[in-house]
């Protein structure tokens, strides 16, 4: 295979890191057991930080960005995968330290994929993506913990018109939970409404500083803005609840006391998507199969071209983007 294929880079200008186009060819990918098509990938935070330079999130360069992959193998060398297969990447330091998914050819590890279930497109999984898959290990460890109830008290999203954000509620909602979102754009409302949405409150008063034990009113949260937004969030959960942290959007700080935990029992649930062990993979896989609505995931997502994303992750970044970008590879 020895035509040139675009990929997005980011590379060394002058101590900065930039991101520009090149043209690549399957011998220059690393060497890897499992050679994928990439069909399509998304945009996350992450990846705006990464494509916009605004953060150093390659920790070598150059590097292929995007930190999600769904397409088709093409050639392994690993008796666990076929050419043919159907397969989904979140993580595994994809942008980081392993070249990642804006690229039409990429070659992985096999122990990083996982099949794509039945129930999804290859633009279905990615309008998903790791935000989505985020969102579902989050859901699954608040109900492993115990400390929400369908039809119960409140479930807090933060960061509600985010792609975490959007999946949590509609996962949420689709299994009975009373959802409250919250969101600093008033004109959020009325998509967060149709994802599942019964209440609202501004970001505003979670993102100012408040008291260590606040009136309870939240069973479970799902957090992705961290610092004083994820303090409060905390200082306001019931007795015996519980808040699955999994992102900063906010502040990587916690400018809060130990008062929640150990006064009201209230368990910080620390969510990784990059590093999970594939059980915990397959089964939020398992969860977004069985409960996300399709037609929520379609109003929620908008698709774009890997020549859009320069402007896309200025955008991202400026909380300009409502729910889910897919990312088509061969635009």
Request: proline share 4%.
């Amino acid at each position: 295979m020895s035509e040139t294929f675009r990929a997005l880079m980011i590379v060394d200008n002058e101590g900065k890191p930039k991101a520009e186009f090149r043209d690549l060819t399957v011998a220059e990918l690393p060497d890897h057991d499992v050679l994928v098509e990439v069909a399509f990938s998304t945009l996350n935070y992450k990846d705006g930080l990464a494509v916009s330079g605004k953060g150093r999130i390659a920790r070598r360069l150059p590097m292929v960005a995007g930190i999600d992959i769904a397409g088709t193998v093409v050639e392994s060398r690993s008796d666990e995968w076929k050419a043919g297969d159907k397969v989904v990447l979140n993580g595994w330091g994809l942008s980081e330290t392993e070249w990642g998914g804006y690229s039409r050819f990429q070659r992985v590890k096999p122990e990083w994929l996982i099949r794509l279930p039945d129930a999804f497109s290859f633009q279905d999984a990615m309008a998903i993506g790791t935000a989505g898959y985020t969102a579902a290990l989050c859901v699954n460890a608040l109900e492993a913990w115990g400390a929400i109830q369908p039809g119960g008290k409140e479930v807090l999203v933060t960061g509600a018109a985010g792609g975490v954000g959007s999946t949590a509620i509609s996962l949420l909602s689709t299994k009975g939970y009373t959802v409250t979102a919250s969101t600093g754009r008033p004109e959020t409302h009325e998509y967060l409404g149709g994802l599942g949405a019964t209440n609202f409150i501004d970001r505003a008063t979670l993102s100012e500083k408040g008291g260590p034990l606040q009136k309870e009113r939240w069973a479970g949260a799902v957090d992705s803005v961290g610092s004083t937004t994820l303090a409060n969030v905390l200082s306001q959960t019931v007795y015996g609840g519980a808040v699955a942290a999994c992102g900063l959007a906010g502040g990587a700080d916690l400018p809060g006391t130990v008062l929640p935990h150990i006064l009201r029992s209230v368990a910080l649930l620390g969510v990784d998507s990059v590093m999970a062990p594939r059980a915990k993979r397959e089964a939020a896989w398992k969860t977004l199969a069985e409960h996300l609505d399709k037609t929520h995931l379609e109003s929620m997502t908008t698709v774009a071209g890997m020549s859009d994303l320069p402007k896309l992750a200025n955008d991202i970044l400026a909380g300009q983007i409502r729910g889910r970008v897919v990312i088509d590879i061969s635009k």
